[in-house]
Structures are given as structure tokens and as C-alpha cells.
């Protein structure tokens, strides 16, 4: 099978392998349509609270909507409590025409632990089955539920595999891991023997199974030969980008081009900016002129990256509150624009 081929989660059928993971903070619906309009075959919400939704949380309801341009998408819902998540899924099915439901076992965030969620659950895989389970037979169906999770809690807790039994058991459709532990959080190499591990780990225990449950790798997908050399290393059926794609939503492009012919094409800075204007239009039109300035002043800064003169550039930037003034930064700044 080529890098670059469609992939098939439960009854949902993607045309390639290359998706945006749920970054909490950054892959709301206007990020989201950047990255599709580059290529990103598949995206996930930013991690969207139970407790809160069964609350009826206003903000939620916003972290769910579905980007203009996408055809696909899944909500990652995140709880600890098994009765609370079936809620939920519920809630989601009702507000939301998403494809697929995705839960969160990764998050190493303290204030998601403490309420037993994110990557609290591998400490207790028992647990992360009820989770899922209830997941599983509160949709009925209606659309694939998929987990994503670490190594485990630390590195004298490696629990992956008992995580990845539980899930097949509550009836997965896919599973993504995170290579790294919670102790962790984002430092260190991600573990793609592990990925690879888990993959095989997958293949063997649902080889009598009527249909595959795909792998997805996460951690360390950082350009296009990262995707490459993890999925030849690892036979991950998909590469999920995170912190690669932030303010560089190209990724998916140049990795679709190199997956498919060999080759990267550079991306100018001006189609770079260009981008980021689009993607602040689009909180704009969500949010509000000021609240969605404030946003882009980090999200302009990771655009910015690479461009000469940048670090005068992105003392500017912070500092932008309309939308006239970040195009008068970039006017003014004849390298960047």
C-alpha cells in the first residue's frame, strides 16, 4: 500500500491519512478550515468537556461547530465518569452533524486528571473500558467512536497495551497514541517503537475481526520526513499532526507532495500571511473583531516563523488589537509582506 491512501474508520471512509489532532486552544473551527483548504484529510475539535456539556455550557456548544469547508470531522469529548460521557455523546449527536466521536485518554493537563479524565484513565484501563463502552452504546451506532492515549502515566507505568485491549473490547472503531507518557507532557522523543508495537499489538488481536481497527501515530510529526519516517517505521495507518501545524497549516500540503512524488515545495511568505489573514477573518466572523485579535497575536507569531527580521516582527504583533493594524505590521514589514 502506498504512504499516502485512504483510511477506513468503522462505516466512515477518508481519502487520505493525514489529520489535525485535537490541540486544545488552537484547532477551533477557523483553524480547522485552513488546514482543510491544505490538504488535511481529517480534523479533530479541540477536546470538548462532558461535565460541561451536559451543563449546557454555551462554549462548548462553539467548540463543535463544523468548519465551512469541512466535509468530515470528529468532536473529542473528554470525562471521567462513564454515565456523564454517554450524556454527552448523546448531546453532540443531537447538536452536531460530526462523522465520528473521539475520546480523550491523553490530556496531561493537572486540572483534566484531577476530574479522573484525559490521562488519568491509563491509569486505570478497567476504567477507560466503562468510559468507552458507555461511549460506544449511548451513539448506536450512528457514528464511529475512536480514543486517543499515551504510553501511560509515567515510565514505570507503561500501560498502552492494556489501554488498547480495553478499547478493542468496548468496541473502538480506531485508536491514536500519543508516544509519550503524562509524567512527560510534551518533552523528551515520542516513542515510535511503542507506535509500532501497538500497531502490531492491534493487528494481532482483531485479525478475526470483520473489520480492521486502523492505528493513527502521534508526537514528533514535525515536517514531511517525519510523517514519512513514521509511517514506514511504525505502519501506522495515519499521521496526526499537532504542534507541526500550528501557524504552518502547509504541512499537509508539502507532506501530501512529498508522500506522493518525493518532493517539498517551498511556501513563500506571502502565501504564508495570506493564510493567516484568512484564518482571522474566520474568528472574526465566530468571535468578534477584538476577541479574535487577541487570539491571532500568537497564532500571526507562529506564521511569522522563519521570516527574516521576524523577532522585530513579532513584538509588533503582540501588541495588534484590530484587524487594520495587523495588516499595517505586515504593509510596513516589506521582507514579511
Known sequence: MPLYHPVQIGSLALSGNLFLAPVAGYSD?????????????????????????????????????RAPNEAQYAVQIFGGKPETMADAARIVLERTSCECIDINCGCPVPKIIKTGAGSALTREPEKLYAVVKAVVDSVEGHVPVTVKFRLGWDSEHITWKACAEAAIKAGVSAMTMHGRTRAQGYEGKADWNALAELVRFVQE?????????????????????????????????????????????????????????????????????????????????????????????????????????????????????????????????????
Open 29 to 65: 473551527r477557523a483553524f480547522r478550515s485552513i488546514c482543510r483548504e491544505c490538504g488535511a484529510n481529517f480534523a479533530y475539535t479541540e477536546m470538548v468537556s462532558a461535565e460541561a456539556l451536559t451543563r449546557g455550557s454555551g462554549k462548548t456548544e462553539e467548540l463543535m461547530r
Open 205 to 337: 488481536k482483531t485479525a478475526a475481526a470483520p473489520q480492521k481497527i486502523p492505528v493513527f501515530g502521534s508526537g514528533d510529526a514535525f515536517t514531511p520526513e517525519d510523517a514519512k519516517r513514521m509511517l514506514e517505521e511504525t505502519h501506522c495507518d495515519a499521521v496526526m499532526f499537532a504542534r507541526g501545524a500550528m501557524g504552518n497549516p502547509f504541512l499537509f500540503t508539502q507532506t501530501h507532495d512529498f508522500l506522493t512524488t518525493g518532493k517539498i515545495h517551498e511556501i513563500d511568505t506571502k502565501t504564508r500571511i495570506d493564510a493567516g489573514f484568512r484564518e482571522l477573518n474566520l474568528l472574526v466572523a465566530d468571535r468578534g473583531e477584538k476577541s479574535a485579535c487577541l487570539e491571532m497575536r500568537k497564532r500571526f507569531c507562529a506564521y511569522s516563523r522563519g521570516i527574516l527580521g521576524g523577532g522585530a516582527l513579532r513584538k509588533q504583533l503582540v501588541q495588534a488589537s484590530t484587524v487594520a493594524e495587523f495588516r499595517e505590521i505586515f504593509e510596513a514589514h516589506t521582507d514579511a509582506y
